[in-house]
């Protein structure tokens, strides 16, 4: 716990930075108050220790946000027979759904929902979001009858994940 107090509008203003560098820029605000021998935070100096500490991050970030960020949610019951193969390769030859993406874009994340009814999607995607995510396909597996049936639950799954921003495709290699 810090021993400065923090004035209300600094804590506001301090929540305007992203939250990947928050942690970062609150230490550097503390130690700059304390260097001047202040023990009260004030707007004014966490505006001053942000472009002194803070902004290179921030803009190292900024640039490196410009890849479009994808992961692939798949079926959990499939999984148990299915290694991805058929996701990665269409994936990596930018093949059937993943025909729209250049060579700026990266899989950040290839997970499955956990079982009926999908119950880890919504936490990895929100774990996801924080490392700038953009889309997430549903794959194939859960798109199409065979030797499984269709997901009965990717409506439900597909609305949940919409509902934090983010896009959603269904499907991965057909
Ligand atoms: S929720 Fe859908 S994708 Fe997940 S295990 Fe059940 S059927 Fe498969």
Redesign the pocket.
């Known amino acids: 716990m810090s021993d400065l107090n923090w004035r209300e509008e600094a804590l506001e203003e301090l929540k305007k930075v992203p939250s990947f560098v928050r942690g970062m820029a609150r230490r550097a605000v503390e130690s700059y108050v304390k260097s001047n021998g202040q023990s009260e935070v004030t707007v004014g100096d966490v505006r001053a220790a942000r472009d002194k500490h803070i902004k290179f991050a921030e803009d190292d970030k900024a640039s490196e946000k410009k890849k479009t960020r994808i992961a692939v949610v798949?079926?959990?019951?499939?999984s148990e027979v299915c290694p991805g193969v058929a996701c990665f390769k269409a994936f990596n030859s930018r093949h059937a759904h993943f025909k729209e993406y250049d060579d700026d874009c990266e899989m950040i994340g290839y997970f499955t929902?956990g079982?009926?009814?999908?119950r880890r999607v919504s936490r990895l995607v929100d774990k996801l979001v924080d490392h700038g995510l953009d889309v997430v396909h549903l794959s194939s597996c859960?798109m199409l009858e065979g030797e499984y049936p269709k997901?009965?639950?990717?409506k439900q799954?597909r609305a949940n994940i919409e509902a934090k921003g983010i896009r959603v495709i269904e499907g991965t290699h057909h």
């Open positions: 798949r079926c959990e019951t499939v929902c079982g009926c009814s999908g859960m997901c009965p639950h990717r799954i």
